[in-house]
């Protein structure tokens, strides 16, 4: 028997990631039990009513509305334990990736985190995952039970079927005393946001822009115009390398809009679109796993050999990324 | 107040590492003689705890970390340099193919051996996730080691408030923070990339954390983490090189064009 650990979003619905974890559970052939964390599960529970789970369990209540480790860990235990599975998947979302080493502990279970691949090999399930910073790949299986694993988003198509009655079964637990309150999220304005997980495109800027340009000067503020202007025009998403977030975390004025959440790379996020712009980047190959799971890539550089581009990009435009960007995003903006 | 910092070492990111079977499973090939620095997330959570302690007098800085001996007084050399604090080392295995519960035991056994250790006063640093192993787990099984509940991790921000609360700021989907208050310690963070940036190399500091590094290393216990249950089928690098189309001497208009179709296609 498996286990899938859900947790319901702020507005009670499934998260992607949430469908993603289902189908690629369901597609290991074992039966499975769904588990709900969440202020109210009804409805989620009801939207996946069909999916062939043996059990809905819920744990239900305003204290589970937060991610908080106290009350998070004590549901996923509570829950593990009602239905003593061999297997517990979770979404890798930063709820479960918080609660689940720790949970993994306390059931006498192992985990594995940041699992990009789940397959059955000779009737056991078998786990792929990066180490290293996405510079090796191994495939691995543990022989303790419960095995714990937080999947990554891409492993499977989300789930799609019909919504239906789920009859949960509601496991009672007493709430964990806990000294710690979520009082809220910081965000920047809808608009001024630039990380945008669920574009097509990610857009990644290098040190290259605060650079002095073939005139001999430096045009940070044009740089943040045009970067600004593309992201509102485009919509995509904007990542960053090291070295330019860097600068501005040294008290340099450069692009003020960038901080460490926009790096991408050995010390940042691997994130995951469809396409990838990347402009005036320069730097090692290993600083480049930034893009590892982009799928089509283009590159804007005056280096037709930067290690961004040669050997990781599909289209190398050696070209000046200024001139390039105004074209951009006056056709962008017809 | 006492801040544990936990962190260890990983091969310098420019190196390229290739994997080999070893006697106990998968390893890097010539691996101690590739050249390490300290972890990049333990790092800055380092800075961030001797940040802390200087705006909190009378708080002392430790730095819990598992590795090879001759390779953690090589890191060490340098991490000295930047800010005071005493090691506690464990010479055993920095591999990123070894079980994160079994160096969470080692180093929460370190930490719990600490004397005269008041933990209520006490808050437990880390990286969210190491550049080694790159799980993200060590963390918390050290908490749970340890009886913390109140855990955090990808923490940007720490304040300890007037009333002595802590009020933390840990990254979620979407480039948001969570921002939640505890109302005292003991806690743990695992913390990204904070707000602070390397600190200068300090002659002074580091010949004043010299003087208690030696002795450490020479005590080091040793702690012989393994790769646990874990059974490997395959470690392989990735073949990512591609096909790069060079396109050179094109006009920007051009350019713009057909990136545009590409991005609107």
Redesign the interface.
């Known amino acids: 028997m498996n286990l899938i650990l859900l947790h319901t979003e702020a507005d009670g619905t499934l998260s992607k990631l949430s469908l993603e974890t289902l189908a690629a559970t369901i597609a290991l052939g074992a039966p499975f039990s769904v588990g709900i964390v969440g202020e109210n599960t009804a409805s989620a529970a009801d939207s996946i009513a069909t999916c062939g789970a043996g059990k809905f369990l819920t744990i239900t209540g305003p204290e589970f509305g937060q991610?908080?480790?106290?009350t998070d860990?004590a549901a996923a235990e509570a829950l593990i334990r009602a239905v003593g599975p061999d297997l517990v998947t979770t979404p890798a979302?930063?709820?479960w990736?918080?609660?689940?080493?720790?949970v993994?502990?306390?059931i006498g279970g192992?985990?594995?985190?940041?699992v990009t691949g789940l397959v059955m090999?000779d009737g056991k399930p078998?786990a792929t995952?990066?180490?290293?910073?996405?510079?090796?790949?191994?495939?691995?299986?543990?022989?303790?039970r419960p095995w714990l694993l937080a999947l990554e988003g891409g492993i499977a198509a989300a789930w799609t079927g019909a919504a239906g009655t789920a009859n949960a079964e509601a496991v009672s637990l007493t709430v964990?005393v806990?000294?710690?309150?979520?009082?809220?999220?910081?965000?920047?304005a809808a608009d001024q946001?630039?990380?945008?997980?669920d574009a097509?495109?990610l857009f990644v800027t290098g040190a290259g822009w605060t650079k002095k340009q073939s005139d001999g000067l430096v045009k940070t503020a044009e740089a943040e115009t045009l970067i600004l202007d593309f992201l509102r025009l485009?919509r995509?998403s904007l990542g960053s390398t090291k070295s330019l977030v860097?600068l501005g975390?040294?008290g340099v004025a450069v692009l003020p809009f960038l901080s460490?959440?926009?790096?991408v790379g050995?010390?940042g996020s691997t994130p995951r679109h469809a396409?990838g712009?990347s402009t005036c980047c320069h730097g090692?190959e290993?600083?480049t796993v930034g893009w590892?799971f982009i799928g089509?890539?283009?590159a804007?550089s005056l280096d037709?050999n930067c290690g961004w581009?040669?050997?990781?990009?599909?289209?190398?435009?050696?070209?000046?990324a200024f001139?390039?960007?105004?074209?951009?995003n006056?056709?962008?903006g017809r | 107040m006492n801040i544990i910092v936990c962190g260890s070492l990983?091969?310098d990111?420019?190196q390229t590492?290739e994997?080999i079977t070893g006697p106990t499973g998968?390893a890097l090939k010539n691996e101690m003689m590739l050249p390490s620095w300290l972890d990049?997330?333990a790092g800055h959570a380092l800075y961030e705890a001797s940040n802390l302690a200087a705006k909190n007098p009378g708080s002392k800085v430790y730095l819990v970390s598992l590795g090879p001996k001759a390779k953690l007084q090589q890191v060490m050399m340098t991490v000295a340099q930047k800010v005071p604090f005493e090691l506690i080392a464990l010479d055993g295995s920095a591999g990123?193919?070894t079980?994160?519960?079994e160096t969470?035991a080692a180093i929460a056994e370190a930490i719990s051996a600490i004397p005269g250790l008041d933990l209520n006063n006490t808050l437990i640093f880390g990286g969210w996730e190491s550049?080694?192993?790159?799980?993200?787990?060590?963390?918390?099984?050290v908490?749970?080691?340890l009886g913390i509940?109140?855990?955090?991790?990808?923490v940007?921000s720490l304040e300890i408030q007037a009333d002595g609360s802590l009020k933390i700021?840990?990254?979620?989907?979407?480039?948001?923070?969570?921002?939640?208050?505890?109302?005292?310690p003991p806690a743990v963070l695992g913390w990204?990339?904070?707000?602070?940036?390397e600190p200068r190399n300090n002659p002074q500091v580091g010949m004043a954390n010299m003087r208690g590094i030696m002795p450490s290393l020479q005590k080091a216990k040793p702690s012989p983490v393994t790769t646990?249950?874990?059974?490997?089928?395959?470690?392989?690098?990735?073949s990512?090189?591609?096909?790069?189309?060079?396109?050179?001497?094109?006009p920007?208009?051009q350019?713009?064009?057909e990136?545009?179709a590409?991005?609107r296609g």
């Not at chain 1, 050997?311 to 000046?320: E, P, Q, R, S, T």
């Not at chain 2, 646990?228 to 990735?238: E, K, N, R, T, Y």
């Open positions: 991610a908080r480790y106290a860990a979302t930063s709820r990736n918080r609660v689940l080493p720790g993994a502990h306390r192992k985990v594995d985190s940041h090999a078998q995952r990066w180490f290293y910073r996405q510079r090796m790949e191994a495939v691995f299986s543990r022989s303790t964990p806990s000294r710690t309150s979520v009082i809220g999220f910081e965000a920047p946001q630039t990380i945008r997980p097509d495109l485009s995509s860097d975390g040294e460490h959440m926009n790096q050995q010390t396409k712009l090692e290993p600083h590892r089509e890539r283009r804007i037709a581009s040669r050997g990781k990009a599909d289209i190398l435009y050696v070209a000046d001139a390039v960007m105004e074209k951009v006056v056709l962008l | 990983v091969p990111p420019l590492l994997p998968p990049p997330w990123g193919f079980d994160a519960a969470a550049a080694s192993r790159g799980a993200g787990a060590t963390m918390q099984i908490g749970e080691r509940t109140d855990q955090f991790e990808g940007d700021m840990e990254r979620v989907e979407g480039g948001k923070h969570q921002i939640s208050v505890c109302t005292a990204a990339t904070g707000n602070l940036p646990g249950d874990i059974a490997f089928a395959s470690v392989s690098l990735p990512q090189t591609r096909t790069t189309q060079v396109v050179k001497d094109v920007p208009d350019i713009a064009a990136l545009v590409w991005i």
